[in-house]
């Protein structure tokens, strides 16, 4: 596994440290994960297709920050996987995720998918209205850069050209 695409999957939900737990669900070679604030401000989902590794399952991630720490030691390719323990009444569980290249050897503690926050979808979604005011001083700052990279995050590039043809 490359580094780079774990590490792409996880900065979509970890959002610099404001998503901590995330249950990861791999179902035919992709991941994908439902999260939520601990505020419950926010929440979203991640998928990341051909992901690399084929095994269904579900894992809960309790403290990404960990292990986005000890991804860091990790050469650009490595050998991921998950440790399995058979419990007393012969059920299965994973419990840790294995990862290993030439020089690094780590188990990653994997938590109990009850202690993971439970992120649901919405019941009903919101009515999204934005107004610009398009003058001069905006134009100049659009055209430098200041502010095109938060217009793009907020809003779809399809909006942004029908506010801006009905305001010139």
């Not at 994997?110 to 979808?121: R, S």
Request: net charge positive.
């Amino acid at each position: 596994m490359k580094k780079e695409e774990i590490l792409d999957f996880i900065n979509r939900y970890y959002l610099g440290g404001k998503i901590e737990s995330a249950a990861w669900t791999f179902n035919g070679g992709n991941v994908t994960t439902m999260f939520r604030s601990g505020d419950k401000s926010f929440m979203g989902m991640v998928t990341k297709n051909k992901f690399g590794f084929d095994e269904d399952c579900q894992i809960g991630i309790l403290t990404t920050g960990q292990l986005v720490k000890l991804l860091g030691i990790m050469s650009d390719e490595f050998e991921f996987g998950l440790n399995k323990h058979t419990a007393g009444d012969g059920e299965e569980k994973i419990v840790s995720m294995k990862l290993v290249n030439g020089r690094s050897r780590i188990n990653y503690m994997l938590a109990d998918l009850t202690v993971i926050p439970k992120a649901k979808g919405l019941k009903a979604e919101p009515d999204y209205n934005l107004t610009l005011n398009i003058d001069d001083e905006f134009i100049d700052l659009f055209i430098k850069g200041k502010v095109l990279y938060l217009i793009l995050n907020l809003l779809r590039w399809s909006k942004i050209q029908r506010l801006i043809n009905t305001k010139l």
